[in-house]
């Protein structure tokens, strides 16, 4: 039987992501929509432990769609890996009377939804929010398009200067663990090679074809690397490569956090306000501790333990052709 839902609670944790303010808006004014009471949490988890928790109006999120970062603000906290966390948090949510939660972030951030849910018997639905869109049970998560519009457009502006210098760049971008983000950016900057942290590229395959680009007397090249490739980050990679190859000017680009801030963009405003609602209302209709996520243009609930324990793979047709494309 569904529980009666009056008061929800919403936060964001982890690394922020363009498009945060986006869903935090459509949350409360859904809620309002059906005359829900809703409360933002601040600083995450760590906010939740402090009880730094305050009511939110539909005046509160006027003028946020546009804004990068998370209103609410967010941390990581290890505190609330500890059971004496997690009961201070509970015991915050207690005085506020929330019957759920609304939580926007990684697969960290499920995590602790997950297990504080099963401890304490209080429903959350996940919100994936992260630029590197590595979530299992959607095709993307919020950020990850602004991330991607803003490493391209910085490798844009890599690509006038290596060819008016004829030099090679390295241009590091966001990917500890996937490469989500160095794929499509390396299809559409136009890279000559993109190494991936789940694809393995020798650094003797990397000299070789660089060696190859010389002897056509191609001397600028894009190389994109996913900071968490197996080849190692780019100035490793480029010292590397200086040591074999010296014909070639060599230069390295980390964009770095740039891939977090910035103003979300159309796609991402669309999405975070979709999953915003339909977090709302899968509460309203009995869903909890589940992520809501879309696949295929539909809104699709995915179990917390999927959504945090099984991998999103990269599409092999794309892998196949970057590399195709960049020779």
Known sequence: MSREIKRIAVFTSGGDAP???SAIRAVVRTAAFHDLHVYGIHRGYEGMIDCDIRRLEKRNVGNILQRGGTVL?????????TPEGRKSAYESLLAHDIDACIAIGGDGTFTGASIFSQEYNIPFIGIPGTIDNDIYGTDYTIGFDTAVNTAMEAVDK?????????????????????????????????????LLPETDTPLESIIERLR???????MFSLVLVAEGNKSGRAREIAAQVKEELDMFDIRTTVVGHLQRGGSPSGFDRVLSSRLGFHAVEGLMNGKENVAVGIVNDK?????????????????????????ILGR
């Open 73 to 81: 603000k967010t941390a990581r906290s290890d505190r609330f890996r």
């Open 19 to 21: 498009g945060m303010n």
């Open 299 to 323: 809104i699709k609930y995915t179990a917390f333990e999927d959504a945090i324990n099984k991998s999103k793979t990269l599409n092999k047709d794309l892998v196949r052709m970057a590399e």
């Open 212 to 218: 190859k680009s010389a002897k056509r007397k191609k």
């Open 158 to 194: 890599i690509r006038d200067t290596a060819e008016s210098h004829n030099r090679l760049f390295f241009v590091e971008v966001m990917g500890r663990h996937a490469g989500f983000i160095a794929l499509n950016v390396g299809i559409s900057g136009g890279a000559e090679m993109v």
